[in-house]
């Protein structure tokens, strides 16, 4: 299995929603990545989880909650989101921390109302 | 945060022809890569060159770095339709190691 999968493909919740994003990974990467893509834009880094332990926060609003229960999954807890967090969120994993290459998953389209 | 610059921001070649598409960024680095993204989908990795390689194929690219320069280029030979697509480069911070992204350039190939 050589890909990274994410659910679900699209999510629109309002303002006052708790959601949830998922990926999973079952190549033995070690590390998992959460990017944030707004249209037109490049992937801004959200955090990376190496080992299963948070390695790297972008300074992201405590809003975005991540969880990483196991090697294979990665968590994505959304709490009180503004509109202008409508994006595309990645995940991706890599073999070892980074900075190796990663593999993206096809992403997960959120619209916040 | 965004590092790499990338030129030219939109290309339109016809099939058959090379494109080339270059990035520039600013600190050291461990290794720069480039990716793709086909219409608001995931990004497939293409390329890793490290910082001590200056020259590096895969199949119908070829990807080059000047590290005194730090650019990079992207050249795509014998285009299809199927290229059509965002191409990011990527550089690998020689510090934190952390992937950073330049602007990507719009390839359009005409059938």
């Known amino acids: 299995d050589t890909e990274v999968t994410q659910t679900p493909k699209h999510l629109v919740m309002g303002m006052t929603n708790k959601k949830s994003l998922k990926c999973e990974q079952h190549?033995?990467?070690?590390?998992m990545y959460w990017y944030k893509q707004k249209a037109k834009k490049p992937p801004e880094l959200m955090f990376v989880?190496?080992?299963?332990?948070?390695?790297i926060n972008e300074s992201v609003p405590s809003r975005f909650s991540p969880e990483c229960p196991n090697s294979s999954l990665l968590n994505l807890h959304l709490h009180a989101l503004q509109p202008e967090d409508s994006a595309l969120y990645l995940c991706?994993?890599?073999?070892?921390?980074?900075?190796?290459?990663?593999?993206f998953g096809p992403g997960t389209r959120l619209l916040v109302l | 945060s965004q590092q790499g610059e990338e030129d030219p921001q939109a290309l339109s070649i016809q099939e058959g022809e090379n494109a080339t598409m270059n990035c520039s960024y600013k600190?050291?680095?461990?290794?720069l890569q480039w990716y793709r993204q086909n219409s608001g989908r995931g990004l497939v990795h293409l390329i890793l060159?490290?910082?001590?390689?200056r020259e590096k194929h895969s199949g119908r690219l070829r990807v080059t770095l000047d590290t005194s320069k730090k650019s990079s280029s992207l050249l795509i030979t014998a285009s299809r339709a199927a290229d059509t697509a965002s191409y990011f480069c990527?550089?690998?911070?020689?510090?934190?190691?952390?992937?950073?992204f330049g602007a990507g350039t719009t390839v359009t190939v005409r059938a």
């Open positions: 991706a994993s890599s073999r070892q921390g980074p900075p190796e290459t990663q593999y």
């Open positions: 190549m033995g990467h070690r590390a």
């Open positions: 989880y190496s080992y299963e332990k948070l390695s």
């Open positions: 600190t050291s680095i461990n290794n």
């Open positions: 060159i490290r910082s001590n390689e």
């Open positions: 990527a550089t690998a911070d020689s510090n934190d190691y952390k992937l950073s």
